[in-house]
Each structure stands twice: as C-alpha cells, then as structure tokens.
C-alpha cells in the first residue's frame, strides 16, 4: 500500500521562504498570527505570501486566543485557508469561524488526549506539540509514547522536529503529516532552503521505508 506522510513547513515570513517550501514539495505553509511570535506576520502579510502558492499547498494560519474580528479578516483574506487553534479555544470558539481546522494538543504526562480528541469532533486533525510555558511551539520534542494508538482523528506530529529525527518519529507514530518550524531555520522566522530540502526528503525517506515494510 502506497504510504505518504504529509509536511506542513510553519512560521513563514519571506517570499524565498514560501518559494523553497513549494519547491520542496510540502503540502502545506503556516503563518502565525499570534502577536508574541518571533515568526508573527500580520493578516495581509500573510495575505500576500499565500498568493505565491500554487493549487493543492494549503495555507494554514496559526491563532492563540484571536478575537473572532481577527479570524474574519483572514478568512476573507485568503479563502482557502486551514485555520489552526493553538491556545485555549473551546470547541464552540472553533466552530465559530465556520472553516475547516486543526486542535493543537499540548502533550504531557497526564493529558488524556482521547477525552481531547472527543471534545473536538469536528477538527480536521489534531496537532500534537510539547507542553510548554506560553503558547504555540516551543520546538521541544515530547514524549511520543504517550500518543495513544487509537486516535480518531487524524494526527499531526509536531515539536521540536527536524531531519535527523524525523524518520524515527514517522515509523514510530505513523502520523497523518508531520509539522516543522524552528527545525529548518537559520534564525527565527527565516528558513533554510537547504534545511526544508533535508527534512522533505527525509520525510519520503521514511514512507519508503514503511511501505517496504512487508506487513
């Protein structure tokens, strides 16, 4: 059976950048919103940027706790987005914007992410991210023994990824995508070209392997 892990390249700044995750092959980009982000672009950045992006990469734009106005400016924005809740929206807050979306999901020792995933019926997927201070990711890796096998939805592994880990990630969790951001940057908010390349390549590198796999 044919395996592909989709990648999502996140905290997108620059034209260059959005051209060398296309080039790449990734299937989707994320801008973050949050105003506390080192990698935070404003609605009509991101506006502009997600016009550079051909059919079927998918512009994803990153909230923490956004006031309903901000989210209907950037689904007026850009039409096609996938909108990713990272703080602490309720499952009302995230059905409010009437879009298709992603739950991030703080993973840490005591988190029951199967009661997490019931509240959330209606998300495209999941994003799991290390527990951190603060919101959105910390680029730490968590703990990836404490994802249950049993996940309904969809799951985007995420946290502290980069090329040298991401194979090990992928035969371990099997997850839908995998979500990287401070793991193919030369500084915050600017990507490495080469780095994007790297992780891509190494993410193909292990559904050739899963797929080799005699089952």
Request: glycine content about 8%; charged content about 20%; aromatic content about 6%.
């Amino acid at each position: 059976m044919s395996v592909r892990t989709r990648i999502k390249i996140c905290g997108l700044t620059r034209e260059a950048d959005v051209d060398a995750v296309v080039a790449a092959g990734a299937d989707a980009i994320g801008f973050v919103l949050y105003e506390r982000s080192p990698r935070h672009v404003s609605v009509e950045r991101a506006a502009e940027l997600a016009q550079r992006l051909p059919p079927f990469v998918t512009p994803v734009v990153l909230c923490v706790n956004a006031a309903p106005s901000l989210i209907e400016r950037a689904s007026a924005a850009i039409p096609n987005l996938l909108l990713q809740f990272h703080g602490d929206e309720t499952p009302a807050d995230c059905a409010a914007a009437g879009r298709p979306f992603l739950r991030a999901a703080r993973m840490a020792g005591d988190f029951d992410l199967l009661d997490f995933a019931a509240q959330y019926p209606h998300a495209q997927g999941l994003l799991l991210d290390a527990h951190v201070d603060g919101y959105g990711g910390g680029g730490k890796v968590f703990d990836w023994s404490l994802i249950p096998r049993n996940v309904r939805s969809p799951v985007v592994l995420s946290g502290g990824l980069h090329a040298g880990n991401v194979i090990e990630g992928i035969l371990r969790v099997r997850p839908w995508a995998v979500d990287v951001s401070s793991g193919v940057e030369s500084a915050k908010g600017i990507k490495d070209a080469w780095a994007i390349r790297r992780f891509c390549d190494a993410v193909r590198e292990a559904d050739a392997r899963i797929a080799s796999t005699p089952t």
